[in-house]
T-cell receptor, first 114, second 113 residues
Framework: GAGVSQSPSNKVTEKGKDVELRCDPI?????LYWYRQSLGQGLEFLIY????????KSGLPSDRFSAERTGGSVSTLTIQRTQQEDSAVYLC????????????FGPGTRLTVL | AQSVTQLDSQVPVFEEAPVELRCNYS??????LFWYVQYPNQGLQLLLK??????LVKGINGFEAEFNKSQTSFHLRKPSVHISDTAEYFC???????????FGKGTKLTVNP
């Protein structure tokens, strides 16, 4: 596709429910990243995938958060037993890696936990 | 761990005035540096990047940034801002040998008439 797409664009859920957020990266981009953007906190790194390598999960805030990338393309970020502090915009980005020099960001999914 | 500091959370300026948004990073090894812009209710857009070569980097919309290795800085500048430059600006860095893009907390630039 022309850009990185994310779905849904908005998600409202009740505390304790599980949610899945989807990211479709640019075709051919080997690297895929998830970030969380909260008011006043900038962009917080969550996880990244590079090709067939093991993902770097060092930014996941708790074991309620997990992500997978199927077939080196689409990625799903899952948040189990959501809490109000999980409310944020979740951004996905893809790139050709450092030498490619650009990370292309999707429009984000705004998650609201009531 | 790599970190990025944007010293000013908010910068108000008048139209046609010059502006500098400050960014400092922590790494002492080779780095790649980026500035992204986020206009209200829009996604992140790459403004400019430094990978190697000339330390003065020119980006879109008349912005430029200078990589200063000795001061570990990558400040963003524009000689004359417009109302349309009102946005949030994020500095980001990748440490050489890593693939992890780390962001600062952002600077909100507000251009007033």
């Amino acid at each position: 596709g022309a850009g990185v797409s994310q779905s849904p664009s908005n998600k409202v859920t009740e505390k304790g429910k599980d949610v899945e957020l989807r990211c479709d990266p640019i075709s051919g981009h080997t690297a895929l990243y998830w970030y969380r953007q909260s008011l006043g906190q900038g962009l917080e790194f969550l996880i990244y995938f590079q090709g067939n390598s093991a993902p770097d999960k060092s930014g996941l805030p708790s074991d309620r958060f997990s992500a997978e990338r199927t077939g080196g393309s689409v990625s799903t970020l899952t948040i189990q037993r959501t809490q109000q502090e999980d409310s944020a915009v979740y951004l996905c980005a893809s790139s050709l890696g450092v030498e490619g020099g650009e990370w292309v960001f999707g429009p984000g999914t705004r998650l609201t936990v009531l | 761990a790599q970190s990025v500091t944007q010293l000013d959370s908010q910068v108000p300026v008048f139209e046609e005035a010059p502006v500098e948004l400050r960014c400092n990073y922590s790494s002492s090894v080779s780095v790649y540096l980026f500035w992204y812009v986020q206009y209200p209710n829009q996604g992140l857009q790459l403004l400019l990047k430094y990978l190697s070569g000339s330390t003065l980097v020119k980006g879109i919309n008349g912005f430029e940034a200078e990589f200063n290795k000795s001061q570990t800085s990558f400040h963003l500048r524009k000689p004359s801002v417009h109302i349309s430059d009102t946005a949030e600006y994020f500095c980001a860095v990748i440490q050489g040998g890593s693939e992890k893009l780390v962001f600062g907390k952002g600077t909100k630039l507000t251009v007033n008439p």
